[in-house]
T-cell receptor
Framework: NAGVTQTPKFQVLKTGQSMTLQCAQDMNHEYMSWYRQDPGMGLRLIHYSVGAGITDQGEVPNGYNVSRSTTEDFPLRLLSAAPSQTSVYFC???????????FGSGTRLTVV | GQQVMQIPQYQHVQEGEDFTTYCNSSTTLSNIQWYKQRPGGHPVFLIQLVKSGEVKKQKRLTFQFGEAKKNSSLHITATQTTDVGTYFCAGSNQFYFGTGTSLTVIP
């Protein structure tokens, strides 16, 4: 089925560890973005991309890196995990700035 | 940062009652989108409004875009337990979402 695939669905990290959250879409969408969702905080934008090779920071980029080498993939890297990064992470894609976003099912990350 | 503010943040209603959530922007929006997120799920795109004063309906859901294109509302008639979830709006810069309204429906 076409859509946005996120892996893993669950992850527990120790403080200081690094990891990559994977996001892949098969809809040939140019726009992709990463969000974190914490209770009562809504969806906060971490990083976004408007096409392969183009990325930019959102409102909460510190501690995260992204790259966009292909249209399909938009991985999110945690450089040195901290308990404050415990959250649910969503990846989303869209064919344009004015089209609806398709979200992945999310990654629930716990940092201990 | 955030372009739109949503109110209320939380709403509890008895099943069968109506529900409305509002998005407000300080700047004119070119369009607005609405999403629904069920508990434990991911946001799902519901609809997009583009024209001033536009009204769209999806069964019991009515979406409206203000005349000045600075506000929008989502109204649910006769809520059902299946309406439970958080409703988000997203303004012109679709990367940013409103804070959401969490709807609880009491059977």
């Amino acid at each position: 089925n076409a859509g946005v695939t996120q892996t893993p669905k669950f992850q527990v990290l120790k403080t200081g560890q690094s990891m990559t959250l994977q996001c892949a879409q098969d809809m040939n969408h140019e726009y992709m973005s990463w969000y974190r969702q914490d209770p009562g905080m809504g969806l906060r934008l971490i990083h976004y991309s408007v096409g392969a090779g183009i990325t930019d920071q959102g409102e909460v980029p510190n501690g995260y890196n992204v790259s966009r080498s292909t249209t399909e993939d938009f991985p999110l890297r945690l450089l040195s995990a901290a308990p404050s990064q415990t959250s649910v992470y969503f990846c989303a894609s869209s064919s344009s700035r004015i089209s609806g976003y398709t979200f992945g099912s999310g990654t629930r990350l716990t940092v201990v | 940062g955030q372009q739109v503010m949503q109110i209320p943040q939380y709403q509890h209603v008895q099943e069968g009652e109506d529900f409305t959530t509002y998005c407000n922007s300080s700047t004119t929006l070119s369009n607005i989108q609405w999403y629904k997120q069920r508990p434990g799920g991911h946001p799902v795109f519901l609809i997009q409004l583009v024209k001033s004063g536009e009204v769209k309906k999806q069964k019991r859901l009515t979406f409206q875009f203000g005349e000045a294109k600075k506000n929008s509302s989502l109204h649910i008639t006769a809520t059902q337990t299946t309406d439970v979830g958080t409703y988000f709006c997203a303004g012109s810069n679709q990367f940013y979402f409103g804070t959401g309204t969490s709807l609880t429906v009491i059977p």
